[in-house]
């Protein structure tokens, strides 16, 4: 018999609030992609003075006690153990398949998608400790593949969950959390406590709500589910993504945490490391099952980008997207102020090595020389949450081609980076002119990361 009062804690490494975690994570990701896999000391020490920097414009060894340690929870706690950026083995730190696949596509959606996939309880982010203490209480769950099973079947019953159900009957539900009980129970008991008028909700205190409503977070980040008024709405746009969770739901946890023994200090150290490579991992054989479409983001379906299908990640989709909204955009400006000039607006972006996308001219952002050349070179990328500039914690990162750059010191002035951001709410542009300049002057950091081998007959030592 299902007991809903049968409550127990099981909390999660505690992150930002829902935009920072977006706003964090590129700037954790490409970091991480450019210094690793490197030794741990350099990636410690390298990682506390560029997070320094960014947050407190300082070297880490000149921060407060205090502000140290808000470092070292950023890159322990969240890039470590919420995000599985990075994992170690034998004192060496290597980046994390899904880290390396967010650098290559700039979908953070995906990103969470897979970290949901990926999560269970128990789990080897928290201390021996609390880990031995949920297998001594049979905790084993796959929390986000048990809340999109039970939203999609409430959904066929024209059901729609609230947070606090959620939050009562999931998350903190000893029983659930044990998986003796499936969702089907758990939607029928809902349903006829409504019917009974019994409201039901955790009435801990704030700090261990929050760990509950961060699960619900991470979902929204991910993209599969909608917020609205306390309640649950799932994306009906991610549904082959909300599949893959849904045909796992009643299946063991993928990591077996059960099998280590605790009593040995060894089978301690090889599970934290087991646990951080598996969570990082991409454990799904096509990650294209994940992509988030720009329509799934907006909920909309007249954004056509005609693609053809290819294998692999397609970078020419989300591109493509970015290009066509920005060639829109220009058009209409320009247009606005003077229409004679709106042939001026050429989409190149499909001409390789010339350095940009859009060809346009200043029109009405120089008055006194409108018909002078801009040059537009589009990065896009797709998130849950719009950026602010008032974010404190807002940081960014693209990379550029030898084309690219050498575009920007040669146009200067008249070449613009157009950084698209695809979200739910509003797509947001933001313009960086003369990233040449502001390079020079500091304001921006450019770093050459990628290196061009040249090679010769005389080169190879054998060919197999």
């Known amino acids: 018999m299902y007991n809903p ?14 935009k920072d975690l977006d706003n964090l994570l590129p700037a954790y990701a490409n970091f991480i992609n450019d210094v690793c896999p490197t030794d741990k000391t350099n990636f410690d020490d390298s990682f506390n003075n560029y997070l320094s920097s960014i947050f407190y414009e300082s070297d880490f060894i000149d921060l407060s006690k205090k502000n140290q340690k808000t470092i070292r929870n950023h890159i322990t706690e969240i890039a470590g153990k919420l995000f599985g950026l990075f994992f170690m083995k034998d004192d060496t730190v290597y980046e994390s398949e899904s880290c390396a696949k967010l650098v290559e596509d700039n979908d953070q959606p995906a990103f969470f998608k897979n970290l949901c996939l990926n999560f269970q309880f128990p789990n080897g982010t928290q201390k021996i400790q609390t880990i031995q203490e949920r297998i001594a209480n049979q905790i084993k769950l796959k929390p986000f593949h048990f809340i999109l099973s039970l939203l999609k079947q409430a959904k066929i019953k ?25 969702t089907e129970y758990v939607l029928n008991t809902i349903i006829e406590r409504r019917k009974k008028g019994i409201v039901k909700k955790v009435e801990r205190g704030t700090r261990h709500r929050q760990h509950l409503r961060e699960q619900i977070n991470l979902l929204e980040l991910s993209n599969l589910i909608r917020v609205e008024d306390e309640n649950v709405l799932l994306n009906s746009y991610e549904h082959i993504a909300i599949e893959l969770f849904i045909k796992t739901v009643d299946k063991p946890l993928n990591f077996d945490i059960y099998k280590y023994d605790f009593s040995n200090s060894e089978e301690k150290k090889v599970m934290y490391e087991d646990w951080a490579k598996y969570f990082g991992g991409v454990n799904i054989s096509d990650y294209n099952l994940l992509t988030t479409s720009v329509e799934a983001l907006q909920q909309k379906e007249d954004i056509q980008i005609e693609t053809k299908p290819k294998k692999g990640v397609d970078h020419t989709i989300l591109g493509d997207a970015g290009e066509e909204y920005v060639y829109q955009i220009e058009k209409e400006r320009v247009n606005s102020y003077n229409p004679r000039l709106t042939n001026k607006v050429i989409m190149l972006g499909k001409q390789r090595g010339i350095g940009y996308d859009i060809s346009s001219v200043e029109a009405n952002e120089n008055i006194e020389d409108p018909e002078f050349a801009r040059f537009i070179e589009v990065k896009s990328t797709k998130r849950t949450t719009a950026p602010s500039l008032t974010d404190k914690t807002w940081v960014d990162t693209i990379n550029l081609t030898r084309k690219e750059w050498v575009a920007a010191k040669q146009y200067r002035s008249a070449f613009n ?8 709410s509003e797509t947001v542009i933001r313009k960086i002119n003369n990233p040449f300049e502001k390079n020079e002057s500091g304001i921006i950091n450019v770093l050459p ?16």
């Open 5 to 18: 009062e049968n409550q127990y804690r099981c909390t999660i490494i505690r992150g930002k609030a829902q």
């Open 449 to 464: 990361t990628m290196y061009r081998m040249d090679f010769f007959s005389k080169s190879i030592d054998k060919q197999y």
């Open 158 to 182: 024209s059901v729609i969950i609230t947070n606090d159900e959620i939050e009562y009957y999931v998350l903190n539900s000893k029983e659930v959390l044990q998986g003796k009980i499936n």
């Open 417 to 424: 980076i157009y950084r698209v951001y695809f979200t739910p």
